[in-house]
């Protein structure tokens, strides 16, 4: 098939389309007006800020062991509390274990008088905490960069904030936070910290924010994912419509109230306060005997026989 050939079906088939389309929204017709009447009604509003976040330690140690050597024996498993001076490991340099092998070979004796002469050198918890990781296990040798164990002060959910909701952010606010491995189980939080350096996520400011439960549960674990819904504020029993039936404007907003019989709804003017994702709070302007009306348009698809034919379509068979 030569350019030229090509060209020409590709300039046809883009004429098909613009004449179908035009064809169409031609034949569109004029979308139906419905009013809709509701009485105003009390209401419980609570405006939130969601986002995401992962639970990890608010402060995580490594306990590293002050000489090279081999560990002789852990104390503890993962998941432990532990008190500040509590020994969770006992290790030999590598002197005493070359020692203490040697005395194996020479009887028990050998080994319980090398054992106290050389005593062994234990491994200290510096924190009041929980054990999140156990990363070597007795017998094997360590280096003094090696993290034997790594503690948790507490754990918390470590929540990214977009910079256009972190000033609706303050310290002490409440907070939801739900896992994604048991989403039906809502922790209450509160905020502990909000970061004072951003950062950039996949070209989005965000601010790290700290959200600390109030009562940190069993199913918590370092590394899962967490929605967190931050209570920017919240109201009950507050009057309050839906939020389509509100236009915003700069001093607050405009509602349609139902006049007398036969004539057209007139518009008022109102003073808004909470909003949700549902209902906005209706502070003055309105009582809970006016009707309001909301005004929504519903567009009809064109009818089958007024769509024009397309002559590049294939006809339907004929009956005999």
């Not at 090279?68 to 104390?75: K, M």
């Not at 532990?82 to 590598?94: E, I, N, P, R």
């Not at 274990?97 to 491994?123: C, F, N």
Request: glycine share 6%; aromatic share 4%.
């Amino acid at each position: 098939m030569s350019n030229m050939t090509l060209k020409k079906l590709i300039g046809a088939l883009a004429i098909v389309i613009i004449v179908g389309a035009v064809l169409i929204f031609r034949h569109r017709e004029k979308a139906d007006e419905t009013l809709t009447e509701i009485k105003p009604s009390y209401c419980n509003i609570r405006a939130v800020i969601s986002t995401t976040g992962d639970v990890e330690p608010q402060n995580r140690l490594e306990l590293k062991p002050p000489i090279g050597g081999r560990v002789e024996e852990i104390l503890v498993h993962e998941g432990d509390n532990v008190k500040v001076g509590q020994v969770l490991a006992w290790m030999s340099s590598t002197e005493r274990a070359a020692l203490l092998d040697a005395a194996r070979s020479q009887g028990a004796e050998a080994v319980k008088y090398w054992s106290e002469v050389y005593k062994a050198t234990p491994l200290i918890s510096p924190i009041d905490g929980d054990v999140i990781v156990r990363a070597v296990e007795p017998g094997q040798t360590v280096l003094t960069t090696t993290a034997v164990l790594v503690l948790s002060d507490r754990l918390i959910v470590n929540a990214q904030v977009d910079e256009t909701d972190v000033g609706k952010v303050k310290i002490g606010q409440q907070a939801v936070v739900s896992l994604d491995a048991y989403p039906e189980v809502k922790v209450p939080s509160r905020i502990d910290h909000i970061s004072y350096e951003s950062k950039v996520v996949n070209n989005v400011t965000i601010y790290e924010v700290d959200v600390l439960p109030d009562k940190v549960p069993d199913m918590f674990r370092s590394g899962m994912s967490a929605i967190v819904e931050i209570v920017e504020a919240s109201k009950e029993n507050v009057l309050c419509v839906p939020l389509e039936a509100v236009r915003k404007t700069k001093r607050g907003g405009i509602v349609l109230v139902s006049a007398a019989p036969g004539k057209s709804p007139a518009e008022r003017e109102v003073v808004l306060g909470v909003a949700d994702d549902k209902n906005v709070e209706i502070v003055s302007g309105l009582t809970d005997n006016d009707t309001v009306v909301i005004r929504s348009a519903k567009t009809k698809l064109p009818k089958a026989a007024a769509v024009g034919k397309n002559p590049f379509m294939p006809n339907p068979p004929r009956g005999r």
